[in-house]
């Protein structure tokens, strides 16, 4: 049992250029979030879905896209990278009244 | 709308100590709450959550909390604190009579220090 896999655990890119942060979770939740962490700031959200095909705006949406095609896999999309998301994304999930599950996040840096 | 306080960034306790993190919240209703930590280039952890019932929650690693509805607080609670508790503690609220968009809102985090 893996729990919530995301992948790549770091990244560099270039201003302007775009990348998908992976998120998968093998537990079947419906439930998934994205949050992006910054020194000093907690966790802020940036989008999450309540299920397949179902996806919702959280605090911190713009220069995000989503998309849940399955259950497993919600995939963060970033389409002209900018300095101000230089930052730790998180993925999460959970099931009916439990608590969410963290994977060890993805460290991007855009240069 | 629901949101958390964390008043200190830091606090630093000798081992054996008690130890003690402040979270402060505000929700319209009666709300959940819950602890995680966050070791070094980790994920968020679960430690606890109150969503009724006993004030006083335990929860992993001999932590509780107490839930205060007069003060709106949820303070995180170790007796004896252990080196390896050194860690940053989130204090997170959910409102549980907003629409169902299961949302949690985050403090920003204390960093605890065990000194040996």
């Known amino acids: 049992n893996a729990g919530v896999t995301q992948t790549p655990k770091f990244r560099i890119l270039k201003i302007g250029q775009s990348m998908t942060l992976q998120c998968t979770q093998d537990?079947?939740?419906?439930?998934m979030y994205w949050y992006r962490q910054d020194p000093g700031m907690g966790l802020k959200l940036i989008y999450y879905?309540?299920?397949?095909?179902?996806?919702d705006k959280g605090e911190v949406p713009n220069g995000y896209n989503v998309s849940r095609s399955t259950t497993e896999d919600f995939p963060l999309r970033l389409e002209l990278a900018a300095p101000s998301q230089t930052s730790v994304y998180f993925c999460?999930?959970?099931?009916?009244?439990?608590?969410?599950?963290f994977g060890d996040g993805t460290r991007l840096s855009i240069l | 709308a629901q949101s958390v306080a964390q008043p200190e960034d830091q606090v630093n306790v000798a081992e054996g100590n008690p130890l003690t993190v402040k979270c402060t919240y505000s929700?319209?209703?009666?709300?959940?709450l819950f602890w995680y930590v966050q070791y070094p280039n980790r994920g968020l952890q679960f430690l606890l959550k109150?969503?009724?019932?006993?004030?006083l929650v335990k929860g992993s690693y001999g932590f509780e909390a107490e839930f205060n509805k007069s003060q709106t607080s949820f303070h995180l609670k170790k007796p004896s604190a252990l080196v390896s508790d050194s860690a940053l503690y989130f204090c997170?609220?959910?409102?549980?009579?907003?629409?169902?968009?299961?949302?949690?809102?985050f403090g920003a985090g204390t960093t605890v220090t065990v000194r040996a």
């Open positions: 999460a999930s959970r099931g009916q009244n439990q608590p969410q599950h």
């Open positions: 537990m079947n939740h419906n439930y």
């Open positions: 879905s309540v299920g397949a095909g179902i996806t």
């Open positions: 929700v319209s209703g009666n709300p959940y």
């Open positions: 109150y969503i009724t019932g006993d004030n």
């Open positions: 997170a609220v959910r409102d549980p009579y907003r629409s169902n968009d299961y949302k949690l809102s």
